[in-house]
């Protein structure tokens, strides 16, 4: 029985961008809206998002029903959160602030069950969120080839290894947090705009995933960015959030009633976007 999510099929064929979107907010009903949006991938927002584990439990369940990959960004690498996502069904982990290879093969070891890992095993739930009637035993055999493991390059540190964590055995993925990278390195995002230096150190991030075989992936604020991330090679890319499609929908069909402009501050979402 196949138990492969979406999000790694997409990934492995090549032929096209895996796109996604950002759950901020709690609720398994906005999740359904999410996943039924032709996305391959919805990211449940553990560490910035209003998303506790009993939410993100529900949400893990809402995405997979309708065939596509939760991926869920734990608040923090520790174990134990790393495996709370994994029980639920999450059919990818992406931690947040890593600094270094040690940070990225703790992540690893987490993650994956042995002799690969240390992942405990023992959920009921996660079988049934990569397809219907697959038995634990199917689950255990392939969890390890199935999941999706992403770490956020996200900080001087890691933008200085990019090359070494890319090399990591077991990791998937390197994906780009454009707000807190140009923080690190002194260049932040200002109202959306990305400046040269942090254009360049995302360009480095994306080298070093491709040089080591592995994929690569972005945030981004609209369809704009992230088209224009999609051509430059990334593999993996977020178009929006919950939070900013609701408010720039808001604002729009407001202003399209009142004859004002629709753009303004009112219209911005997390991170400026």
Sequence with gaps: MDGTSRVKQVLAQGTRVALGVWQLLPGSNLARILARAGYDWVLV????????????????????????????RVPDFQSWMIKRAL????????APLVRSVADVRAFVDAARFPPQGRRGFGSP???????VGLTASQYLAQANATLLLAVQIETREALDAADAIAAVEGLDLLFVGPFD?????????QDGEIDATLE??????????????????????DGTQARHYADLGFDLVNVLTDVGALAASLTRERATVTGTHPLGPETRGPYGS
């Design 45 to 72: 927002d553990c560490e910035h998002g209003n998303i506790d584990d009993a939410a993100m439990h529900e949400s893990v369940a809402a995405v997979a029903s309708y065939g596509v990959s939760p991926i869920v």
């Design 125 to 131: 739930f996660a079988m049934d969120r990569f397809a």
């Design 87 to 94: 029980d639920a069904g999450a059919h990818g982990v992406l």
């Design 181 to 189: 990278l140009g923080n690190s390195i002194g260049h932040p995002v």
């Design 200 to 221: 360049a150190a995302i360009g480095t991030v994306l080298r070093a995933a491709h040089a080591a075989g592995k994929k690569a992936g972005i945030y981004c604020g």
